[in-house]
């Protein structure tokens, strides 16, 4: 065996996590530059309309329309990542910012998702998020123990229900990634090309970047899982910015650090529907 220094190589190319948030939401073109704000909406799913019978057993009957029209909104947010080492060694800066970007790029989707399950980034808290106490809770208790949880299979129905009963269009299921073995044993969802479907043909994300916290922040209780339900996903996101745009203005002489800053803005919202289960993961063997 040879006495000499372990030569630096190529890392392992590493293939992009599937089946996350970034797969069940629509990706519409950003309007101007004012979404980095965050954005309103006028959803149109939300309200059921109303039935009228026959009018010659009733003259009189009224139709009756909702007032005014729904409004939404989401809070813009960003997510980052970079490069923080001392330059003798790294003298290019196209390596340099390239291993920014790509950090920032792999790492993006578990980031976005943590700040979309739990609302925090950084000191602020972003809205509309899942763990939040305004979510619907379909526990037979609004704060459920490991007792109170549903098994998978009912936790998907009264999601699905509560979502067909309040949203006249597919929705979305977000769960932990853990759920995720459990479910596809279950036999409750199949593949369906880059998504995840229900019998229904609503959509599950699961997150690598969720804590299992529950609408009021507190973890599921050990072998269970919460599940949330929404109405469509968009995410409004912005092209990744390098900060500083050169080595020179990132270097700090006195330590003879370089930093250099990859970072996407983002905006993540849903229609109306915001609904919460815990449910429980273990399943019976078979006899």
């Keep these: ?10 890392a392992p190319t590493v293939e992009p996590a599937e089946y996350g948030l970034f797969s069940v939401a629509q990706r519409p073109a950003p309007e ?3 979404w980095r704000c965050g954005v309103r909406w006028e959803p149109y799913a939300c309200d059921a309309g109303d039935a009228y019978g026959d009018q010659c057993d009733d003259s ?29 060694g790294r003298p290019d800066e196209a390596e340099i910012r390239d291993r920014a970007e790509t950090q920032l790029k792999l790492g993006e989707q578990r980031l976005v998702e943590r700040v979309v399950w739990t609302g925090e980034a950084g000191t602020q808290t972003v809205d509309p998020h899942l763990a939040d106490p305004a979510a619907v809770v379909l526990n037979a ?14 936790a998907i129905a009264a999601l699905e229900a509560y979502l067909g009963a309040n949203y006249g269009g597919r929705g979305v299921i977000h769960a932990p990634r853990l759920a995720g073995a459990h479910i596809a044993h279950a036999q409750l969802a199949a593949w369906a090309g880059a998504t995840i479907r229900t019998l229904l043909d609503n959509a599950i994300a699961f997150y690598s970047g969720s804590p299992n916290t529950g609408p009021d922040g507190s973890p599921a209780p ?5 599940l ?11 092209p990744v910015l390098i900060i500083p745009n050169a080595v020179v203005a990132g270097f700090n002489r006195a330590t003879n650090e370089v930093l250099m800053i990859a970072e996407r803005e983002y905006v993540v919202g849903w229609d109306c529907v915001h609904a919460a289960v815990l449910a429980d ?7």
């Design 281 to 287: 993961l273990d399943l019976p063997e078979p006899a």
């Design 32 to 34: 101007g530059a004012h």
């Design 60 to 88: 009189e009957q009224e139709k009756s329309i909702r007032d005014g029209v729904p409004l939404a909104e989401a809070d813009s947010f960003s997510v980052h990542d970079g490069y923080l080492c001392r330059l003798p």
């Design 141 to 154: 208790v609004p704060v459920p123990t490991a007792a109170d949880a549903l098994s998978l299979l009912a």
């Design 1 to 10: 065996m040879p006495m000499c220094p372990k030569p630096i190589v190529d």
């Design 222 to 226: 050990a072998g269970t899982a919460w």
């Design 228 to 238: 949330y339900v929404t109405g469509a996903v968009f995410i409004r996101s912005g």
